[in-house]
């Protein structure tokens, strides 16, 4: 029997998670648990879609267990394209540092700083040689890594997939291996990624991380997925007027997500809300002006959002 603390943590703002019942033998057990999250710093800023995971590991943190932070100063540089039809450019390492250290930054805006662990993919890729990366690729067949949807995609359209960025999923993998994570996280489409590591722990005599995908938060012109290359997102580091105005700004059809997915609203006033939405019994600019006040609440202040 779970109880409803765990419940709650397992069920909203969740896509799937590979396998529950492990996670839930897992969390049974009481140990502190490694939390896996990179990030690839090809941008600096961080908006409310990278939030709803975010919210998910302090979460876990506020249960007592442990954050490693994987920063991918490596994997930056090559550039993945994560549903991209082309391939990103690489980044300088002085790049790189500058988006990290602004990323950081504002990630401690949401996940506790004392239970977290910062990692860069250098400490360990920086001493691999050919060596080591042909001995990593073999572990991987071309046919697995074309099971990737958008590298299947592009293959059959017969747009270009440079041979680094089949190297993205493998280093990736490779980073829970090195700090021998527990859990995963990610957004939903992270899913081939996220399992390669899952597999390759396997391959390597440790026991499969666990692997908890979010959803993608839809930005605010209501179809397409949170971005800062579709100019469509709300940044967690704006001013208060700016975050403000573009909640706002969002589509009826978003209020109801954003509330569940961004915002600490407990589950019972969720479904409260819910259904003065569905019976039309409340306005929802109404709506859209409290979720307004607790996003800015929760990146400035009380008297931000006031004001």
Known sequence: MI????????????AEIIAEPE??????????LRLKQGFDPSRPDIHL?????LKKLRQFQEMGHQVILIVGDWTAQIGDPSGESITRPML????????AETYMKQFFKIVDKDKTQVRWQSEWFGKFGLNDII???SKFTVAQLLAREDFNRRYNAG???AITELLYPLLQAYDSVVIEAD??????????NCLMGRELQTMMGQPPQQVFLVPLLVGTDGSQKMSKSLNNYIGVDEPPIEIYGKVMSIPDSNIMPYFELVTDVPDKELEELRQQLETQSVNPMLLKKHLAREIVTQFH????AQE
Request: aromatic share 4%; proline share 7%.
């Open 135 to 137: 001995k990593l690729a």
């Open 3 to 14: 109880s409803p603390k765990v419940s709650s943590l397992l069920r909203r703002g969740v």
């Open 159 to 161: 747009r270009p997939i």
């Open 92 to 99: 300088s390492p002085e790049e790189v540092r500058q988006n």
């Open 301 to 304: 202040s009380v008297e931000a």
């Open 183 to 192: 859990v995963e996280f990610g957004g939903i489409d992270q899913k081939f």
């Open 49 to 53: 879609g990278h939030v709803v995971g």
């Open 23 to 32: 996670l839930i033998k897992l969390l049974q057990s009481e140990r502190p």
